[in-house]
């Protein structure tokens, strides 16, 4: 494990968020896994700390409300999601993920949020009893990697989202994310978007650009 520091806007406190290291191992462990999840959930992500950006230049937007987080990863999202005052539950495939988001809020913050492991292509009845009558939003950071997750997680977030409720999206501009957005957009969501270029704590994500959707129903 290492500690990385890094700042989400330049005028913010600092993360400093333990991950992972040894990545040969976590994909020896993900090769026996039947749904094939591969740990995209151990790196840090432009469009999660993109997603915390825009978290943090609007804080009341989540002051207060039931917050679900899909695809939590180290808990980038989740630090500035607990710091504008979410009520939030983390979700993850992975019980590492879950585990290591645990303690990078709780180093961060002071406190850490509820978690639960999700398979969204296969939810149990558990989600859908913590959403109630649904979650006034839904983040989501760089969760888009296959074209499989496309109408699995259409259909979660119908299922899951309050009525007016909000996806809160960023993606760097894979070609699924794309069309989640395309078939959102043609189901009739519709919202503002805007771009986050960086800069990224990993030099190797240089040039990266993030889009962040905000999206309802129409």
């Not at 700042?7 to 290291?21: C, G, H, I, K, N």
């Not at 090769?31 to 609007?58: F, N, R, T, V």
């Not at 009341?60 to 695809?71: F, M, N």
């Not at 913050?109 to 939810?123: A, D, S, Y």
Request: with cysteine; glycine share 8%; proline share 9%.
């Amino acid at each position: 494990m290492i500690e990385t520091r890094f700042s989400v806007r330049r005028d913010a406190e600092p993360y400093v968020v333990l991950q992972p290291t040894d990545m040969d191992a976590l994909l020896d462990g993900a090769a026996d896994d039947p749904e094939q999840h591969l740990p995209y959930w151990a790196e840090l992500w432009p469009s999660g700390i993109a997603l915390a950006s825009a978290i943090m230049a609007s804080p009341a937007a989540l002051s207060g409300k039931r917050v679900l987080e899909l695809g939590c990863g180290l808990g980038a999202t989740a630090i500035a999601a607990l710091r504008a005052g979410a009520d939030l539950i983390a979700a993850d495939y992975s019980p590492e993920s879950l585990t290591l988001c645990r303690y990078n809020t709780l180093r961060n913050t002071g406190i850490e949020p509820v978690t639960v492991r999700l398979n969204w292509r296969q939810p149990g009845p558990e989600l859908y009893a913590s959403a109630g009558d649904g979650f006034p939003i839904v983040l989501a950071a760089d969760v888009l990697y296959e074209a499989r997750d496309i109408e699995p997680l259409l259909t979660l977030l119908d299922r899951i989202l309050a009525p007016d409720g909000m996806l809160w999206l960023a993606e760097p501009g894979r070609p699924p994310a794309s069309r989640f957005l395309d078939a959102a957009r043609s189901a009739g969501w519709e919202g503002p978007s805007s771009t986050d270029a960086g800069p990224w704590p990993d030099p190797k994500d240089d040039g990266v650009v993030v889009g962040v959707h905000r999206l309802r129903r129409a």
